[in-house]
């Protein structure tokens, strides 16, 4: 599972570790999953910190090697998951 960070740290630096992340992802080396929630928070992330337009964000975060997981999958757990 990936958070807003890795996304973010991936993005901004592509050589670094995070950036090793997505692109092994990308190239199908590994798989990543994330609760739909980070996606709506890299979202506010990326408009406010790199400038970018909507349409940028969106194109970004749907080229994303991630396997978006809907909030009705976790949500019912997400209690005992927090005790």
Same mark, same amino acid.
């Given at each position: 599972?990936?958070?807003?960070? *890795?996304?973010?740290?991936?993005?901004?630096? $592509?050589?670094? &570790?995070?950036?090793?992340?997505?692109?092994?992802?990308?190239?199908?080396?590994?798989? =990543? #999953?994330? $609760?739909?929630? *980070?996606?709506?928070? &890299?979202?506010?992330?990326?408009?406010?910190?790199?400038?970018?337009?909507?349409?940028? *964000?969106? #194109?970004?975060?749907?080229? =994303?090697?991630?396997?978006?997981? $809907?909030?009705?999958?976790?949500? $019912?757990?997400?209690?005992? &998951?927090?005790?």
């Amino acid at each position: 599972m990936i958070d807003t960070n *890795v996304i973010y740290s991936g993005l901004h630096r $592509p050589s670094d &570790a995070c950036g090793k992340i997505l692109r092994w992802a990308a190239e199908g080396r590994l798989a =990543l #999953f994330s $609760p739909d929630m *980070v996606s709506e928070e &890299a979202r506010r992330v990326l408009l406010r910190t790199l400038r970018l337009s909507e349409g940028q *964000v969106e #194109f970004i975060l749907s080229s =994303l090697p991630v396997s978006w997981v $809907p909030r009705g999958v976790y949500s $019912p757990r997400l209690g005992e &998951a927090l005790r």
